[in-house]
């Protein structure tokens, strides 16, 4: 018997951009998570009629989208406990709110944005894996545009693979 499988596309920092480059890829994913500066209902509307959606606003996001979107997403997908926000920092260098957070919360997968900057790696105090999966939009100082495709089976994270989306400021 094989186990199930949930596919995720992890994006962030779209700053109200979508493009078919992007669109393209959620048809790959079970799910979409985003994590945060959305940019515009508009953005979080037209990725629900694709796909389920679990997103955080950002500090670039207004009003409307803070009433949809909340700060922080704390939820099970499969075994696996994951928390998303936008601002955090990183393991070693995570700031106040979110260090509280994670103490109280123990997730297995923590995920943020706000960076721009792709990093994945192990949390080496708390254990968890932290994700920042770059920007997708085309607004910012990073040069590619990225997203994270992953898999969860059961307690596993696995075939992790970076999507670059092409050159920031370059629309398809």
């Known amino acids: 018997m094989s186990k199930e499988v949930t596919r995720i596309i992890l994006l962030s920092d779209t700053h109200g951009f979508l493009d078919d480059s992007l669109l393209q890829k959620l048809a790959w994913a079970d799910e979409v998570w985003h994590a945060g500066d959305i940019g515009g209902l508009e953005v979080s509307d037209r990725i629900e009629k694709i796909k389920p959606l679990r ?25 696996i406990k994951v928390v998303i926000s936008h601002i955090a920092g990183y393991p070693g260098r995570y700031n106040k709110r979110i260090q509280e957070l994670l103490e109280v919360e123990k997730p297995q997968l923590f995920i943020c944005g706000h960076s721009h900057i792709l990093k994945v790696m192990k949390d080496p105090k708390r254990g968890h894996l932290h994700m920042n999966p770059g920007a997708a939009g085309i607004y910012g100082f990073h040069q590619i545009r990225t997203l994270l495709r992953f898999e969860i089976c059961g307690k596993t994270i696995q075939n992790l693979e970076v999507m670059e989306l092409g050159k920031r400021g370059q629309l398809s």
Do not use: K, S
């Open 55 to 79: 997103a955080v606003y950002g500090n670039i996001d207004d009003a409307q989208l803070r009433m949809q979107h909340p700060l922080n997403q704390v939820f099970y997908c499969q075994q």
